[in-house]
């Protein structure tokens, strides 16, 4: 009985030595390997940013396998583009990355040695943009003032003043701004107690007996100049 077992393994084996076939286990490798290829990149949430300025910085990752794609791979690639605040990656298996892209935006347009540029909401510098440019965006003007305009904006957005309001930032180097609005008047700030003077100054623009002056100065502490 013994004996007869041994034949029938000797022909199994034998049978699996004449049929077994390297290339076809490779053919069946390749198989599973290409169904995990990234083949697709979908992107959500952008509104600024173009979607082929996006695909092109990713080229690379075509073709890879998406079980071994890490995300520094992805976002690295994509730090250089303007506007980008963040990005969120997933993975829709078998093929495909979903990129969610989170966008600064432009608060205003920078005036500096004759020319233009867009300051977003992250104190970025960017090129000026026609296509992106907005009139309702205010200008900004001084030296230095790309360096100090977006703590001075959220505090102005922190103390709820009318930004809408704003025609024209300006910023001198001893640390303060002036405001001009829409109406022409100009508001000048001091360089500390920064919070309490944008305070006083909103309580003023609401007081219908400082609608005509031309001029409100809030640069000494306790007073109120105005022209």
């Not at 890879?64 to 520094?72: C, D, R, S, T, V």
């Amino acid at each position: 009985m013994k004996k007869f077992y041994k034949i029938v393994v000797l022909l199994i084996a034998l049978t699996f030595l004449t049929t077994y076939s390297p290339s076809g286990l490779n053919i069946i490798k390749q198989k599973e390997n290409s169904i995990f290829k990234i083949k697709n990149i979908e992107i959500v949430n952008n509104k600024i940013i173009h979607k082929n300025e996006i695909e092109k910085k990713l080229l690379q990752i075509y073709k890879k396998n998406i079980f071994f794609i890490q995300e520094e791979d992805i976002k690295k690639p994509l730090k250089s583009i303007n506007f980008l605040k963040e990005i969120e990656v997933k993975k829709k298996y078998p093929d495909t990355i979903i990129l969610k892209i989170y966008e600064t935006k432009p608060v205003a347009i920078l005036f500096k040695k004759n020319n233009k540029f867009l300051l977003d909401s992250m104190s970025n510098v960017i090129i000026f943009d026609e296509s992106l440019y907005d009139n309702s965006l205010p200008n900004v003007f001084g030296e230095g003032a790309e360096y100090n305009f977006i703590h001075f904006f959220n505090k102005l957005t922190e103390n709820n003043f009318p930004n809408q309001s704003i025609k024209n930032f300006y910023y001198f180097q001893i640390g303060r701004w002036d405001l001009e609005l829409l109406n022409n008047q100009l508001i000048k700030y001091p360089a500390n107690e920064i919070n309490n003077a944008i305070q006083q100054s909103i309580q003023l623009l609401n007081r219908k007996d400082f609608k005509n002056y031309n001029v409100i100065d809030l640069r000494v502490h306790g007073k109120i100049v105005v022209e």
